[in-house]
């Protein structure tokens, strides 16, 4: 496949300490790295130091560049990460570890690192980058890496503006070579969300304001005719609400629309129910229907028990955060999702549910941790069901980088 002009501009630059290139998904920022330039940077060394790859975690950096790497290179150049965190490449021993946790730190303290490569700079935890700084202490040391852009005060970005010896380049989703309908639907995901100017632009854009500023109660309320398998997403408290939302597919678009909730709060009553009555809450609501499954907060151990003894088939959600709040604005976005009138908590928590503006003041997207109980029902039920396919994107993103 042959190099974009970024790409290409990239092999001509990247001959600084630090080389890295931030912006759009998709758009070609890791490909020019597991084609050309990781080969190159480990065929060159001198064996002064170390070389190491480091990702959010392991599998990630198996998934976004060894995997990649293999299907381009072949089995007998790329290994496996093996028990003792080593790949073999090209003939060399790489240290492969991850980076989003400061334990991580001891697994670099102490050593010289000649080549350093890092995938997704922005999940890492600073300290691991702050330690890898000072590791670099070789004449002919050099990093490279890749990142998508986060908000426009995290740590990495006053790196970059620094006054390091910095080679930085800064990708458009344009710059790629992604099919039309691939951008399209990228475009379409991410539309009308900071995840656009970031992921999208390429810009360092700050999370702010109101979490889902897309829904609109004249698009995403209304009554619904429903039939078929019904689905129960929940987040539960004791003193905190508990909320159970009702989804069926609508019959006129096979969307998801929430039927019902139940939505009880123990500080608000000056009361705390038993599981056992909440249970019974859930069962009141569903008027004698039988749920299919409830997918239940994977830390509430005792409401699983009780829906298990109660006949109820449970499913532990997927309580990724950021990510299950970008599946849950695609499918806002694209009208995926709606909601009966009745559910006037949920529609509540809409106009409420915000950005913290404290979390993003030190670079970090956070979300203000009140009023958000049927906003975490929703996302643990678009998350856990994985309602937002992203495979053919996936796809090219695993090519293309």
């Not at 490909?31 to 190491?52: C, E, M, N, S």
């Not at 950005?355 to 049927?374: E, L, M, N, Y």
Request: contains cysteine; charged residues 25%.
């Amino acid at each position: 496949m042959p190099l974009t002009s970024k790409q290409a501009e990239y092999l001509q630059g990247c001959n600084h300490r630090w080389n890295v290139k931030t912006g759009a998904t998709g758009s070609g920022k890791s490909f020019v790295d597991y084609a050309v330039v990781i080969p190159q940077r480990l065929t060159h060394l001198k064996g002064l130091g170390l070389a190491v790859m480091l990702g959010n975690t392991r599998g990630t950096l198996q998934r976004n560049i060894l995997d990649p790497m293999r299907e381009i290179w072949g089995e007998e150049l790329v290994g496996e990460i093996r028990s003792d965190n080593t790949v073999q490449l090209f003939g060399k021993k790489v240290y492969a570890i991850g980076a989003d946790n400061k334990k991580h730190v001891a697994r670099i303290q102490g050593a010289t690192i000649e080549y350093a490569y890092g995938d997704e700079l922005t999940t890492w935890n600073q300290e691991v980058f702050e330690m890898l700084k000072s590791r670099l202490r070789t004449s002919h040391s050099h990093f490279d890496g890749t990142c998508n852009p986060a908000g426009p005060k995290h740590w990495f970005k006053g790196f970059l503006d620094s006054d390091a010896d910095i080679f930085q380049q800064a990708y458009n989703i344009h710059d790629g070579c992604l099919p039309p309908a691939v951008v399209d639907e990228l475009i379409k995901e991410y539309s009308g969300t900071h995840r656009y100017q970031r992921y999208i632009l390429g810009k360092w854009a700050v999370a702010e304001g109101p979490v889902y500023d897309m829904f609109s109660e004249e698009r995403h309320v209304c009554k619904a005719k429903t039939s078929g398998e019904i689905i129960v997403s929940s987040d539960f408290g004791m003193q905190n609400p508990t909320v159970f939302l009702i989804w069926q597919k609508r019959v006129d678009t096979g969307n998801w629309h929430c039927i019902k909730e139940y939505y009880y709060s123990g500080r608000e009553n000056n009361r705390m129910k038993t599981v056992s009555a909440l249970v019974k809450g859930l069962e009141d609501t569903l008027s004698g229907q039988k749920d299919d499954l409830v997918i239940v907060d994977p830390s509430a151990t005792a409401l699983i028990v009780e829906l298990r003894s109660k006949g109820h088939k449970v499913k532990k959600a997927d309580n990724t955060v950021n990510d299950g709040i970008a599946d849950v604005e695609t499918m806002l976005t694209q009208d995926k999702l709606s909601f009966d009138p009745s559910c006037t908590h949920t529609i509540e928590e809409f106009g409420i549910y915000a950005w913290d503006p404290t979390a993003a003041d030190k670079g970090r997207d956070a979300v203000i941790k009140q009023s958000d109980h049927a906003m975490d029902a929703i996302r643990y039920f678009v998350k856990t069901l994985k309602l937002v396919k992203r495979s053919r994107t996936r796809q090219y993103k695993s090519i293309l980088g």
